[in-house]
């Protein structure tokens, strides 16, 4: 497996964290960072997360029709605008 640099910026408390993190498992933060990163793909992989699961387009909501007053209440606020 080739080696590669990668940059990226990240918050500053996360950066913190993840040194800790290396310090707390002797790694440095290269390593952790690997590890951790690795983690969270198996993860995502485990759970079967799909594109699909949390595509919410041909989902429904409950919705319940206004009510007289509430209507009452729009039209007044539509005239205020005219």
């Known amino acids: 497996m ?3 640099v990668l940059n990226v910026k990240i918050d500053e ?4 964290r ?3 993190y290396a310090e707390v498992n002797n790694e440095n933060l ?4 690997e590890k951790l990163l690795l983690l969270a793909f198996d993860a995502a992989e ?11 387009q041909h989902t ?3 919705v319940t029709p206004f009510t007289p ?8 606020l539509l ?4």
Do not use: N, P
């Open 2 to 4: 080739a080696t590669v």
């Open 13 to 16: 408390a996360l950066k913190e």
């Open 18 to 20: 993840l040194r800790h």
């Open 30 to 33: 290269s390593t952790a960072t």
């Open 46 to 56: 485990e759970a079967g997360v799909s594109e699909d699961d949390v595509d919410s």
């Open 60 to 62: 429904e909501e409950d």
């Open 69 to 76: 007053k509430e209507i009452k209440a729009l039209r007044k």
């Open 79 to 82: 005239k205020k605008k005219k």
